[in-house]
C-alpha cells in the first residue's frame, strides 16, 4: 500500500473539492473526456488514488496527461474539419494536461 488510507482519502476529498469548485468555473473541459466519453482526467485521478495511493498516482498522472493531451489535438482538428480551418483557437501548450475549448476559449492550464 502506498500513502496509506487516510492520506488516500485526503487525496481523494481534494480532488473532489476541485470537481465540485473550481472545474465547474474554469470555461473547459477535460479533452479526453470530451474526446472519449470516459471519465475526466480529474476522476481517473481520484479513483485511482483511493485503489493503489498517491505515490503509484504520481507515477501514471503524466501518461494520462499526455492522453489528454492528444484527445485536445483530435477535438481541434475534428473542429478546423467542420469549420473550415476558420477562427480556430490554439490548444493549449501547457506542461501537462490541455483542454477542450468550451465557447470557442482557450484555456490557460495550470493556472
Same mark, same amino acid.
Given at each position: 500500500?502506498?500513502?496509506?488510507?487516510?492520506?488516500?482519502?485526503?487525496?481523494?476529498?481534494?480532488?473532489?473539492?476541485?470537481? =465540485? /469548485?473550481?472545474?465547474? #468555473?474554469?470555461?473547459?473541459?477535460?479533452? @479526453?473526456? *470530451?474526446?472519449?466519453?470516459?471519465?475526466? +482526467?480529474?476522476?481517473?485521478?481520484? =479513483? /485511482?488514488?483511493?485503489? #493503489?495511493?498517491?505515490?503509484?498516482?504520481? @507515477?501514471? *498522472?503524466?501518461?494520462?496527461?499526455?492522453? +489528454?493531451?492528444?484527445?485536445?489535438?483530435?477535438?481541434?482538428?475534428?473542429?478546423?474539419?467542420?469549420?473550415?480551418?476558420?477562427?480556430?483557437?490554439?490548444?493549449?501548450?501547457?506542461?501537462?494536461?490541455?483542454?477542450?475549448?468550451?465557447?470557442?476559449?482557450?484555456?490557460?492550464?495550470?493556472?
Amino acid at each position: 500500500m502506498h500513502g496509506g488510507p487516510m492520506f488516500r482519502y485526503v487525496a481523494a476529498g481534494a480532488i473532489v473539492g476541485y470537481q =465540485k /469548485y473550481l472545474s465547474p #468555473h474554469k470555461g473547459y473541459v477535460c479533452a @479526453f473526456r *470530451l474526446h472519449t466519453q470516459r471519465c475526466s +482526467c480529474s476522476e481517473f485521478a481520484r =479513483k /485511482y488514488v483511493l485503489r #493503489h495511493g498517491v505515490l503509484k498516482l504520481l @507515477f501514471v *498522472l503524466p501518461a494520462r496527461f499526455a492522453k +489528454c493531451k492528444q484527445a485536445a489535438m483530435a477535438l481541434k482538428e475534428k473542429l478546423a474539419v467542420e469549420k473550415g480551418g476558420d477562427n480556430i483557437p490554439p490548444v493549449c501548450n501547457a506542461l501537462m494536461c490541455d483542454c477542450a475549448p468550451v465557447g470557442g476559449e482557450c484555456c490557460t492550464w495550470p493556472f
